[in-house]
């Protein structure tokens, strides 16, 4: 086997990192959890109380308020249905064969080797900005350059090290994630179970009662509008870590800042319009966010001598 670039050190970071991250995703589902724990030991707890038994039948209540339960539930299913259509992001992959992209390939070959992990596909991207994204679609992971990218001649450290900055997603098993649509339904009908369940089992203690139905409603809008931002901030790249990780992959962090400082200057004199509500702007190699950090990273590194590094990639959620 090959000597592997990665020392203890990087690999514990990576290891901390992917940790964090699962942890953050606990974070986003707990309310929903506690919710469903809190609302399932309610039945046990009542019928300690009460002496009685767990359901206490079903109080059909007045004809108002089945009505007023119904058009509440209704209206809690309406934004989980809309979020399940709305939820179709797709990665812009070039059709047909992709003119340069064996460069590419070689890097992410032997980076992957020099990482000890399996090589990911390479593949083109229909995107008109010099750039590049790591992405996972039905599970698989991949690296994405623009074919404005594979068109812009870069030297041969400038792809290495573009490449190798995508690896590091992949090794910290981040960047864009777009879920087949079997998975997509599955998560939908799970959240919707998890949110509305506890609600109708109460319903079905305590009688279907509209305030039954406007609590389901009102928790669950106040929940999406805090989970659905917050999820969106939690998912976003560390670039500045994937810089450091790639830096100790290739050993020329020089590289890395150059092609950094190359393909920024393209991004903001030629901005390139992407389709509105687009989620992969934010993956890419150059996005809108961190370059400065990014730069004063790799300049510390630089210093240091050879692919060290200092400054943990760590972002505050
Ligand atoms: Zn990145």
């Known amino acids: 086997?090959?000597?592997?670039?990665?020392?203890?050190?990087?690999?514990?970071?990576?290891?901390?990192?992917?940790?964090r991250r699962k942890a953050r995703l606990l974070f986003l589902i707990a309310p929903v959890m506690l919710e469903t724990v809190a609302l399932a030991i309610l039945p046990i707890v009542w019928s300690q109380v009460h002496g009685g038994p767990f359901f206490m039948g079903l109080?059909?209540?007045?004809?108002a308020d089945w009505a007023l339960w119904s058009i509440f539930m209704a209206l809690t299913v309406l934004p989980?249905?809309?979020?399940?259509?709305?939820w179709t992001e797709k990665v812009p992959v070039a059709p047909g064969p992709?003119?340069?992209?064996?460069?590419?390939?070689?890097?992410?070959?032997?980076?992957?080797?020099?990482a000890g992990v399996p090589a990911p596909d390479v593949v083109s991207l229909a995107v008109p900005t010099v750039n590049a994204l790591a992405f996972s679609r039905s599970g698989k992971w991949s690296i994405g350059i623009t074919e404005a990218a594979l068109a812009a001649g870069l030297t041969d450290q400038q792809v290495?090290?573009?490449?190798?900055?995508?690896?590091?997603?992949?090794?910290?098993?981040?960047?864009?994630?777009?879920?087949?649509?079997?998975?997509r339904s599955l998560v939908t009908l799970m959240f919707t179970v998890l949110i509305i369940g506890p609600f109708l089992l109460a319903s079905f203690m305590f009688g279907f009662s509209w305030y039954l139905g406007l609590a389901c409603l009102a928790w669950t809008l106040l929940y999406l509008s805090w989970a659905l931002p917050?999820?969106?901030?939690?998912?976003?790249?560390?670039?500045?870590?994937?810089?450091?990780?790639?830096?100790?992959?290739?050993?020329?962090?020089?590289?890395?800042?150059?092609?950094?400082?190359?393909?920024e200057d393209l991004y903001t004199s030629e901005p390139a319009p992407f389709p509105p509500g687009a989620a992969y702007p934010d993956y890419l190699f150059i996005s809108r966010a961190q370059v400065d950090r990014r730069l004063a990273n790799l300049a510390a590194i630089e210093r240091e001598g050879g692919g060290g590094g200092a400054i943990s990639g760590a972002t505050l959620p």
């Not at 990087?10 to 940790?19: D, E, K, N, T, W």
């Not at 976003?236 to 950094?260: G, K, M, Y």
């Open 1 to 19: 086997m090959a000597d592997v670039a990665l020392d203890r050190d990087i690999l514990q970071r990576i290891a901390r990192y992917r940790r």
């Open 80 to 86: 989980l249905g809309f979020l399940l259509m709305a």
């Open 230 to 263: 917050a999820g969106r901030r939690l998912r976003r790249n560390d670039d500045v870590l994937a810089d450091t990780v790639a830096s100790r992959l290739t050993c020329n962090p020089a590289a890395l800042r150059e092609t950094i400082e190359l393909l």
């Open 160 to 183: 290495e090290a573009l490449t190798a900055h995508e690896a590091a997603h992949l090794l910290l098993r981040e960047g864009l994630s777009v879920p087949d649509r079997r998975a």
């Open 98 to 114: 992709a003119a340069g992209i064996d460069p590419y390939r070689d890097a992410a070959a032997s980076l992957s080797i020099a």
């Open 59 to 63: 109080q059909p209540g007045t004809r």
